[in-house]
């Protein structure tokens, strides 16, 4: 009898804080699908926020991964749950032995790499999809995060960044780690979702909200929290619709967080104004959609796309709103920069500068033929940078090779 020996799989065990709809959860649960032939993978999350929604919905196309909750892993520290998550998580890495230990996220980023160094494991690996070094906290809270960070690191063998300017921030401006001891490895969209159903996608978002059909319609997409600065979005749409020659534009805030309540209030308070200044009373121009599961009906059906946040990573919804031809307006933080093409496939702005918000949105809203020269450079830009199959490719060639070193 002839045949090919056949070796066993290496193990790799993926942590994230929680599996939530947005960026990370997205991004890793592609990639951990198509590595799947590669590797017995074991993916490990946190339990939700109140406000959030679970997106376990990303796992029916991907049946053979093997998912674990840790229902004690919670985003605010709580000393008693964050002992038995670490007790848990020794537990679990005792019994599945990976021969990588992948963590994404600043909770799970602590506790997975504390047992994956207690228990040995030769390839400890950290991507920062973002940072809290900035906006987040007092100054002197954030200097204890960043040296915690600079001691996680040493405890890494490898460190990952989504973009250029991440690298750049992590290495040479708060010195987490060595620019050698960082790999970048840019996000990929799975370009296929966003190409299905098209004109099926825009009709049922226009059966969810008829009274924006005709509308140009303008969205920002993450949670409602203080870091993103929804107050800026809201604050140029309003002074947008002070002018009559605006009232047909529609604002949509996709997502859910904490500042819901207070910025619904502060809409219809002022939105109050407007109708007065219009002369009439008409349908909200506002519509707090919270968290839509199917992403590309989204961005399919606005006009235009806008983020605001005082701080990011790399935005998995700004590549994915220019690969479906929409132009984007976002604050130039974080590696912003890095998938946005300023005066091309978007506008680059300050984070406080609201006339400039106003002056880009405006001059998106007056000229459709701009709108389109614009959505075709962003979806040719992130075509050609920003695949999956890229994506999977270089992670591959990345774990290979960090277990040759080790």
Not at 101 to 122: D, E, N, Q, Y
Request: charged share 20%; hydrophobic share 45%.
């Amino acid at each position: 009898m002839t045949g090919t020996k056949e070796y066993p799989k290496k193990r790799l065990l993926i942590f994230l804080n929680r599996l939530v709809i947005g960026g990370p959860a997205v991004d890793l649960i592609s990639i951990a699908g198509f590595l799947h032939y590669d590797y017995d993978i074991l993916f490990i999350h946190g339990e939700k926020e109140t406000h959030e929604v679970e997106a376990t919905y990303l796992l029916n196309n991907y049946p053979h991964l093997q998912v674990k909750k840790i229902p004690s892993l919670r985003r605010s520290v709580n000393p008693f749950l964050d002992i038995v998550s670490l007790w848990v998580m020794l537990r679990i890495m005792y019994q599945f032995k990976p021969h990588i230990v992948h963590t994404h996220g600043a909770k799970s980023g602590f506790i997975g790499r504390v047992v994956a160094f207690l228990c040995r494991v030769p390839v400890i690996v950290h991507t920062f999809h973002g940072h809290v070094f900035h906006s987040y906290y007092s100054p002197f809270k954030t200097r204890l995060i960043i040296l915690l960070e600079r001691l996680l690191a040493k405890l890494s063998t490898h460190i990952i960044a989504l973009s250029p300017h991440q690298k750049v921030e992590l290495s040479s401006y708060y010195g987490i780690a060595a620019a050698d001891k960082i790999s970048i490895i840019p996000l990929g969209i799975n370009q296929a979702y966003f190409q299905e159903n098209i004109e099926e996608k825009k009709e049922r978002f226009n059966a969810l909200f008829p009274s924006s059909i005709g509308a140009i319609k303008i969205g920002i997409i993450s949670r409602i929290v203080p870091i993103k600065n929804h107050q800026l979005f809201l604050d140029a749409a309003l002074r947008l619709l002070h002018q009559p020659k605006y009232q047909h534009l529609h604002f949509f805030i996709v997502g859910n967080g904490d500042m819901r309540p207070q910025l619904a209030q502060y809409v219809q308070d002022n939105e109050a104004l407007i109708d007065t200044a219009a002369g009439q009373k008409s349908p909200s121009h506002f519509h707090f959609t919270d968290w839509i599961q199917d992403i590309a009906m989204v961005h399919h059906s606005l006009d235009i796309i806008v983020l605001t946040s005082f701080n990011e990573g790399t935005p998995l919804s700004l590549i994915e709103a220019q690969f479906c031809g929409k132009p984007v307006i976002a604050t130039n933080v974080g590696g912003v920069k890095d998938v946005v093409v300023d005066g091309e496939t978007g506008y680059l702005i300050n984070s406080n500068d609201v006339d400039a918000l106003v002056q880009k949105l405006a001059l998106l809203a007056d000229d459709a033929a701009l709108r389109k020269i614009i959505g075709q450079k962003a979806h040719q830009f992130t075509e050609k940078h920003f695949s999956l199959q890229a994506q999977v490719d270089r992670t591959k060639l990345f774990y290979k090779t960090a277990l040759n070193k080790n």
